[in-house]
T-cell receptor, first 114, second 111 residues
Framework: SAVISQKPSRDICQRGTSLTIQCQVDSQVTMMFWYRQQPGQSLTLIATANQGSEATYESGFVIDKFPISRPNLTFSTLTVSNMSPEDSSIYLC???????????FGQGTRLTVV | KQEVTQIPAALSVPEGENLVLNCSFTDSAIYNLQWFRQDPGKGLTSLLLIQSSQREQTSGRLNASLDKSSGRSTLYIAASQPGDSATYLCAVGGSQGNLIFGKGTKLSVKP
């Protein structure tokens, strides 16, 4: 299993600003993902955070808007840049200890943009 | 493109009832299927993971089945309790470890 600490748990931000979300895992993991859950919607994968290389983004998500860092096997950050009210969502970090294994999630960051 | 659908969107039952939550997916080429529970402000908790070669998994009062050929999974909850009230999410796993989620079923168990 894996225990994930995600910070902040919630924030209210002004439009046009940026917020960086941190994800810390208690053990080294190979696979790390960032998801978004818009109000009333299912979770959608933003990107796969790759250790030592650029993140792999899903269709509809771009690096300039959602830059991701993963400096080591236990830590990653997601930045939501130049925020607008449409970015108001829950952002979740997820890890898997190996391919085709159980996924573990952080408690999420509830972002409100005003 | 894989799509995951969960029915019903919401369900309210009296305590003690057995219930079934349904999940369907459009592409049978999945690596696994997972059921999660989501509580407000607490992220997602993994309930059951079914590998693509398996037919079902059980954990306590929970039993999940998988029929890849028909693109269906069910989550059976026996003897429901008020503490089971939450949103239940179904997700199918792809080749890169990513998950594709349904919108969830919001369950309310009344005392």
């Amino acid at each position: 299993s894996a225990v994930i600490s995600q910070k902040p748990s919630r924030d209210i931000c002004q439009r046009g600003t940026s917020l960086t979300i941190q994800c810390q895992v208690d053990s080294q993991v190979t696979m790390m993902f960032w998801y978004r859950q818009q109000p009333g919607q299912s979770l959608t994968l933003i990107a796969t955070a790759n250790q030592g290389s650029e993140a792999t983004y899903e269709s509809g998500f771009v690096i300039d808007k959602f830059p991701i860092s993963r400096p080591n096997l236990t830590f990653s950050t997601l930045t939501v840049s130049n925020m607008s009210p449409e970015d108001s969502s829950i952002y979740l970090c997820s890890v898997e200890t190996g391919l085709n294994t159980e996924a573990f999630f952080g408690q999420g960051t509830r972002l409100t943009v005003v | 493109k894989q799509e995951v659908t969960q029915i019903p969107a919401a369900l309210s039952v009296p305590e003690g009832e057995n219930l079934v939550l349904n999940c369907s997916f459009t592409d049978s080429a999945i690596y696994n299927l997972q059921w999660f529970r989501q509580d407000p402000g607490k992220g997602l908790t993994s309930l059951l993971l079914i590998q693509s070669s398996q037919r079902e998994q059980t954990s306590g009062r929970l039993n999940a089945s998988l029929d890849k050929s028909s693109g269906r999974s069910t989550l059976y909850i026996a003897a429901s309790q008020p503490g089971d009230s939450a949103t239940y999410l179904c997700a199918v796993g792809g080749s890169q470890g990513n998950l594709i989620f349904g919108k969830g079923t919001k369950l309310s168990v009344k005392p």
